[in-house]
């Protein structure tokens, strides 16, 4: 990867004076219409001030682009779970520099990323999406990431400011937030970003703090537009503005989505009453018009041309960012895998990996490398043989691949038609994958005001024989016919409370069955006709076509997989989590492995010791069977080379490179604020002891603890001492081989007369060495480790006195370095 210039160098930047004499030129009507998104995704273009039109896109693992396509893929990568685990900002500036060149193949001109909020309690149901419970991890490994993308002349949209940091009631829960808190953790990774990388953009959340909605916060202007100085552009969240005053009048400059809000017409009426100051729409108008033409959207200024990255190159990069982010938590001498003539990969997550969580962060890659035949072909000497192993969900999959048929026989996939209300064809497409989102366009040429019902048509053939499940999953009207049979007609409704983007993630489905003799055909039928949201009024059109093939039942597949991992040499259990478990819109109930994968794994693991267990999830979950199994590698969701980079570690051919990001808890010693509200609020009670530091705290041993993480080769820190406001280790790799490793520095202040925690983390250096190599590495400790929110002054100051710094692989092995006086 080349340089990444300096934002000054590109190769021309907007002065002031020139975007303002741009705005000067629109009417009121002209300008509040440019404060409204034109459509989901995207904000019109102004001839008369030289705007083009400019596009946003969700992110952070791929860049969606405007249409949620499986013709129109994006490259997957890891979650931010894993991209954090790997602790090296210069690996994840490449990964961002990739996602911009992502972002211009698509048409986008800023990603709705990344998401910094902290790993408050570890049931969020959005874990997966966020970095890390440490502000200091989560400001360094975003800040890189905005830099790799910003780097390419592609904005990023820093989300979600502030304290966004559970699913429950998430459109209008109050945190309640003391100051020095908000300041030391919630604000504190948003602060590092705006210092270390200057995003371009921020997005307000949904929910209120103290009080107040985050689109009408005072912190908008008071601290992120004041006292930090950001000449960033702030956005709302999709549909989080309320207010039209109050909004106005606060530091929000662009409400999305449109061309619906509260603002428009309603906006102009209150600048004409005298309730909001042009001069403050005037405001929100230069930062657009500032982010539009650092983006090349505005005519004359050309922003930076981004330097494309190939679909190998990309593939080659997210292969060696998931294994950079793989903890290996535990190995008793069985990784790598030895020359093994046999090999067993079961588990429900064995044949299809998760590669990513549930929400607006999905994408649909053009391929998936999966566990098992990344393995097979990794061991072309070894018999790899699979299992289910036990099931993880009771929803029946999308239907894709081979097992869909065009009808009229001309290849793989799906016909899609749309219908209007006389039931007369507008359009039709062809599609390889049963996943269809609309938001607001349908198929080119086809108005979507006229669409009434979707209708989708295929032929499946069956590779074995059976009871096959068939059906559509949606909000709304849906029939599912077989052979030309409607066999279930039904008006589908969400649960009672649930969030919208549960119509996304997790719809309700309805189901047929049908037995079937291998290679005995089917023609499956669907139609699906939407209903309004009843928060928006607009008409949400997502539907699934789903299907599910023979299996046995649990007892049957697991006495199979406890067979295969017996007469193997070795064998791999490849667990995780389900969309029911991780996604954006609701919470986590709990943190055991769904279903029956515990039992499955000491099954296993009795059935032949020299397994590896492989957690394929994005958040913590309960490893009841941890002190029996003798490796165990954490694996996230690591995106679309997931079997490629998992092949690559359990082989040796590359190191597992991650560090835990954030505490994984023992059964019966979970510490969990609450994230459920009481009359609307949520009291963060906890205050400062988030994560390891609550650990520390109440004294609890995590099963896993903060920054831990092995490798295939042995460390040793020697000779710490602190100089100055540095600490200078001499690190050695002890092993055979290559490696990296990641020195922590922690810093405390046993005497204090203030409530603080008992460590923190200061700083962290990652180091690649040689085998027998020993380097002498310098960490310099930043003046906020030792700085402390007063709330009674409003400012950042610092208690006189001593602090103890200390170094260490993780938070649980800590080695006195010396000491800072300040």
């Not at 975007?19 to 995704?41: A, M, Q």
């Not at 959340?205 to 107040?212: L, S």
């Not at 077989?482 to 969030?499: H, T």
């Not at 610092?798 to 200390?806: D, I, R, S």
Request: net charge negative; with cysteine.
């Amino acid at each position: 990867m080349t340089d990444i210039l300096d934002e000054r160098e590109s190769r021309k930047q907007p002065s002031e004076a020139d975007l303002r004499e741009r705005i000067g030129c629109l009417n009121l009507e002209e300008k509040v219409r440019l404060l409204t998104g034109s459509s989901f995704w995207s904000i019109e273009a102004e001839p008369k001030a030289g705007l083009r039109r400019f596009v946003v896109s969700d992110g952070p693992v791929g860049v969606r682009g405007e249409t949620w396509d499986d013709r129109d893929w994006s490259a997957n990568g890891p979650s931010p779970t894993a991209i954090a685990a790997t602790w090296d900002p210069e690996l994840v500036e490449r990964i961002g520099h990739a996602m911009g060149a992502e972002a211009r193949r698509k048409g986008v001109d800023v990603i709705l990323a990344p998401t910094v909020n902290l790993h408050r309690t570890p049931v969020g149901g959005r874990h997966f999406e966020c970095f890390s419970e440490d502000p200091l991890l989560t400001g360094a490994i975003a800040a890189a990431w905005v830099r790799g993308v910003q780097g390419q002349g592609v904005g990023t949209c820093v989300k979600h400011f502030v304290a966004n940091d559970q699913e429950t009631e998430r459109m209008g829960v109050d945190n309640i937030v003391d100051e020095r808190t908000l300041r030391e953790l919630y604000l504190a990774p948003f602060e590092h970003i705006e210092r270390e990388a200057k995003p371009w953009s921020y997005m307000a959340a949904y929910n209120k703090v103290n009080g107040t909605a985050m689109t009408e916060s005072p912190l908008l202007d008071d601290v992120l537009k004041g006292e930090w100085g950001s000449d960033a552009l702030v956005m709302s969240d999709w549909f989080a503005t309320r207010s039209t005053i109050e909004s106005a009048n606060a530091g929000l400059d662009l409400a999305m989505p449109g061309p619906v809000s509260p603002w428009g017409q309603a906006l102009v009426d209150a600048v004409r009453a005298g309730d909001v100051d042009e001069t403050k729409v005037d405001e929100k108008l230069l930062r657009l018009f500032r982010l539009a033409a650092r983006t090349g959207a505005v005519e004359g200024f050309e922003g930076r041309e981004a330097q494309p990255v190939s679909e190998e190159e990309m593939d080659d990069l997210l292969r060696e960012a998931a294994a950079a982010g793989f903890v290996l938590v535990k190995n008793d001498s069985v990784l790598p895998l030895p020359d093994v003539t046999s090999l067993a990969v079961v588990g429900p997550n064995a044949v299809r990996g998760r590669v990513a969580g549930g929400g607006s962060a999905s994408v649909m890659p053009k391929h998936v490398v999966h566990p098992a035949e990344a393995l097979a072909a990794a061991l072309p000497n070894a018999k790899v043989r699979t299992a289910l192993g036990v099931r993880s969900t009771e929803r029946v999959g999308v239907l894709e691949g081979a097992a869909a048929q065009l009808p009229d026989g001309s290849g793989e996939g799906l016909l899609v038609e749309f219908l209007d209300a006389e039931g007369k064809v507008l359009g039709s497409e062809q599609r390889r994958i049963g996943q269809f989102v609309w938001m607001g366009d349908f198929a080119p040429g086809i108005p979507a005001d006229r669409v009434a019902t979707v209708r989708t048509t295929t032929r499946v053939t069956a590779a074995q024989p059976g009871t096959h499940r068939f059906g559509a999953s949606g909000v709304g009207r849906i029939t599912v016919a077989l052979d030309g049979d409607i066999l279930a007609d039904e008006d589908v409704r969400l649960r009672e409370g649930a969030d919208i983007v549960e119509a996304l993630m997790l719809p309700p489905q309805l189901l047929v069955e049908r037995e079937l003799a291998e290679g005995e055909s089917i023609l499956l039928a669907t139609t699906f006709a939407a209903v309004a949201d009843p928060t928006t009024g607009a008409h949400f059109w997502a539907t699934l076509v789903n299907l599910e093939e023979p299996h046995g039942t649990d007892d049957e597949e697991m006495a199979a997989a406890v067979e295969l991992a017996r007469s193997s040499n070795a064998a791999v259990v490849v667990v995780g989590t389900t969309e029911e478990v991780e996604s954006e819109g609701y919470d986590r109930e709990s943190l055991g492995l769904p279903g029956r994968q515990d039992e499955l794994i000491e099954a296993v693991i009795d059935a032949n010791p020299n397994t590896v267990v492989v957690v394929n999830a994005g958040a913590p979950v309960l490893m009841p069977w941890l002190a029996k199994a003798k490796a165990v590698l954490l694996v996230w969701f690591p995106g679309q080379q997931m079997g490629a980079a998992l092949a690559d570690v359990l082989t040796g051919a590359v190191e597992p490179g991650g560090h835990l990001p954030t505490t994984w808890p023992a059964p019966g010693g979970i510490v969990q604020p609450e994230n459920v509200p009481v009359k609307g609020t949520v009291g963060y009670e906890e205050g400062l002891d988030v994560g390891y530091k609550a650990y520390l705290r109440r004294e609890i041993q995590p099963a896993v603890p903060f920054g831990h993480g092995l490798g295939y080769t042995t460390w040793s820190l020697s000779n710490p001492e602190t100089a100055g406001d540095a600490v200078n280790v001499s690190v050695t790799n002890t092993g055979h081989r290559a490696g990296a490793h990641v020195v922590q520095v922690y810093v405390s202040r046993p005497d204090s007369a203030l409530e603080r925690p008992a460590a923190w983390l200061a700083a962290f250096a990652k180091v690649t060495l040689e085998p027998g190599e020993t380097r002498r590495v310098e960490i310099p400790i930043p003046a906020r480790a030792f700085e402390h929110w007063d709330a009674e002054g409003h400012s950042w100051t610092v208690e006189p006195g001593e602090f103890v710094v200390e170094v260490g692989p993780s938070i649980a092995e800590r080695t006195r370095a010396g000491s800072v006086v300040r």
